[in-house]
C-alpha cells in the first residue's frame, strides 16, 4: 500500500515551454501533498505544500506564478514549470500524506526535468 | 537544513556496523523520520520514531532521545547497496518535513 506515482519519470523541454507533472496517490487518499526540488548532491527542497480543494502554501523564494500548482482531487496533484528555463532543470519530486496517517510521507519516484 | 544537523559524509566496511547521527532543534516536535536516497532516485522510508528509545527493523535501528534533540540510524552488517544518501528529517507543528542535508554513506569492500 501508499504508493504514490509521478508522470512523466523525465522530461527534456526547450527554454520557455511549460511542463506538467502529475502526482498521484494509487491506493490512498492525500489530502496534502508536498512538491520538493533537489539539485545535484543537495538535500531536499520543499517548494510547496498542495491542499486538496484549497490554494497551494508555497515557500519563502518560490514563485507561485511560475511554479503553479493544482490539487483537484484526493489523489492527484499537477505541478506546472511556466516558461521553463535551464536553471529549472531539476529532480521535482512529490510525497503524499494519507489523510487517515501520522506525518509519514509516501514518495513518488521522481521527475527529471532537463530544459534545454 | 534548518536546525539539523548531521554529518555529510561516512565510510564504512562490508560487513560493519555504522552509526549515523542527527540533531535537531526539539521545539515543535512531532517525530523523527530516516529516508534513504540512493543517487537519482526518490527517498525511501526507513523509520520513524515518535518516543524514546531504539526501535528495530532488521539489520536498520534508529533511536530518538527527544530530551536532547537527538537520533541516530544503525546499520548493521552493511551490504555495498546500502551506499546512499540518508537523510534525517523533523515533523514540526505544521506536520511539514524540515530535512537535514543527509548524509552520504560510502561502503567499501
Known amino acids: 500500500g501508499a504508493v504514490v506515482s509521478q508522470h512523466p519519470s523525465w522530461v527534456i523541454c526547450k527554454s520557455g515551454t511549460s511542463v506538467k507533472i502529475e502526482c498521484r496517490s494509487l491506493d490512498f487518499q492525500a489530502t496534502t501533498m508536498f512538491w520538493y526540488r533537489q539539485f545535484p548532491k543537495q538535500s531536499l527542497m520543499l517548494m510547496a505544500t498542495?491542499?486538496?480543494?484549497?490554494?497551494?502554501?508555497?515557500e519563502q523564494g518560490v514563485e507561485k506564478d511560475k511554479f503553479l500548482i493544482n490539487h483537484a482531487s484526493l489523489t492527484l496533484s499537477t505541478l506546472t514549470v511556466t516558461s521553463a528555463h535551464p536553471e529549472d532543470s531539476s529532480f521535482y519530486i512529490c510525497?503524499?500524506?494519507?489523510?487517515?496517517?501520522?506525518?509519514?510521507?509516501?514518495f513518488g519516484p521522481g521527475t527529471r526535468l532537463t530544459v534545454l | 537544513g534548518q536546525n539539523i544537523d548531521q554529518p555529510t559524509e561516512m565510510t564504512a566496511t562490508e560487513g560493519a556496523i555504522v552509526q549515523i547521527n542527527c540533531t535537531y532543534q526539539t521545539s515543535g516536535f512531532n517525530g523523527l523520520f530516516w529516508y534513504q536516497q540512493h543517487a537519482g532516485e526518490a527517498p525511501t522510508f526507513l523509520s520513524y520514531n515518535v518516543l524514546d528509545g531504539l526501535e528495530e527493523k532488521g539489520r536498520f535501528s534508529s533511536f530518538l532521545s527527544r530530551s536532547k534533540g537527538y537520533s541516530y540510524l544503525l546499520l548493521k552488517e552493511l551490504q555495498m547497496k546500502d551506499s546512499a544518501s540518508y537523510l534525517c528529517a523533523r515533523a514540526g507543528n505544521n506536520r511539514k518535513l524540515i530535512w537535514g542535508l543527509g548524509t552520504s554513506l560510502a561502503v567499501n569492500p
Open positions: 510525497s503524499a500524506r494519507d489523510r487517515d496517517s501520522t506525518n509519514e510521507q509516501f
Open positions: 498542495s491542499n486538496e480543494g484549497s490554494k497551494a502554501t508555497y
